[in-house]
């Protein structure tokens, strides 16, 4: 007996919406971001225009937008630490239409707040680190001291000379500080601002002793004047400050902190477009016009993949972490 045409058309069609069903996640992802990008780019910058992260973002994606034929907007939504910025991120369509630009302060943030609108590792997908700058010590001129070696002997001999400034509790240059701190065995008295303008005006005043910075910042201090650097936090000297020694060259051991940018997406975002980011961050970064323009800076390019970048937040924040508690740092 022949089969009704009808019905072998119906068992067709069954067998290829069981097809599409049975499609494994990677083939999946593949199928839904085809011809991507096909329209423009949000990366949010979770900073105000201007800054340091807000100028990464620009001269990175003003570039791979160039090599991609498409329009990358920048989207500056400032407050909270960057937390404004990431919560509007994290509930942006995982297309690959919206990214996050992030700073230091997305590893530090959950410690800080008590309720954000995101988690960090539940709502985002890593794509890369990008760049990185240790954090520098600076001084008001008028302090009697020229490196961080003397900040050490002057603070042990006059415990209560010291204050230093941050751009407020609980940010990447409060928490250097008391790094350094515990590290170097003495006591500074930490004064918090709403933001680095006020304190920097502080510090040239002679308000404030001594402050933390990337050292982009901190060489942006130096060249204001009435300010000098003490030292720097890093394993090696950087770009921005080639003649300043390490603090491990002054005699401070296991002491390192960095000021870092990176590339998010919000979770779910498909895996082929995380991997096109990754790569066109590298593409762009290794071009001369660019890396030079950011090593310039003062920033060390360190891009790599976006598994060894989830690792490298959990650790920022699990580090930063101890380092409250063993100090029984106040954040509010």
Not at 166 to 179: D, F, I, Q, W
Not at 199 to 210: E, H, R, S, V
Not at 290 to 308: T, W, Y
Request: some cysteine; glycine content about 10%; overall charge positive.
């Amino acid at each position: 007996m022949s089969m009704n045409p009808f019905r072998h058309r119906l068992r067709f069609l069954a067998a290829a919406v069981g097809a599409c069903i049975g499609l494994g996640a990677s083939q999946a992802a593949l199928a839904q971001s085809a011809g991507y990008p096909n329209r423009p780019v949000k990366v949010i910058v979770p900073f105000p225009a201007g800054g340091l992260v807000d100028g990464i973002a620009r001269t990175l994606m003003t570039a791979i937008g160039a090599e991609i034929k498409q329009s990358i907007v920048i989207d500056n939504r400032g407050g909270a630490g960057g937390s404004v910025g990431a919560a509007a991120a994290a509930q942006s369509p995982a297309d690959g239409y919206t990214l996050l630009m992030v700073l230091d302060t997305h590893a530090i943030n959950p410690l800080v707040y008590k309720k954000l609108a995101y988690d960090n590792e539940k709502d985002f997908a890593p794509i890369s680190l990008i760049a990185r700058a240790p954090m520098v010590a600076v001084a008001n001129e008028k302090v009697p001291v020229n490196s961080l070696g003397e900040l050490v002997k002057y603070a042990k001999a006059q415990p209560d000379a010291i204050n230093y400034g941050s751009v407020g509790p609980g940010s990447a240059s409060h928490l250097t500080a008391e790094m350094f701190n515990m590290k170097a065995g003495i006591k500074t008295t930490h004064i918090p601002y709403k933001g680095g303008a006020p304190a920097q005006t502080d510090l040239m005043a002679g308000q404030i002793q001594i402050m933390w910075g990337t050292a982009p910042y901190a060489q942006s201090l130096v060249r204001a004047g009435k300010t000098k650097a003490l030292g720097q936090a890093s394993a090696a000297r950087s770009v921005a400050f080639p003649d300043l020694p390490t603090a491990a060259e002054q005699g401070i051991k296991d002491f390192e902190a960095y000021g870092w940018v990176g590339l998010l997406a919000p979770a779910g975002t498909p895996a082929d477009i995380i991997r096109f980011w990754n790569e066109q961050l590298k593409k762009a970064a290794n071009s001369a016009e660019v890396g030079n323009k950011l090593r310039e800076q003062g920033f060390e390019l360190v891009l790599g993949s976006p598994a060894d970048f989830g690792k490298f937040i959990r650790s920022e924040t699990q580090g930063w972490q101890q380092l409250i508690k063993a100090r029984n740092i106040p954040l509010e």
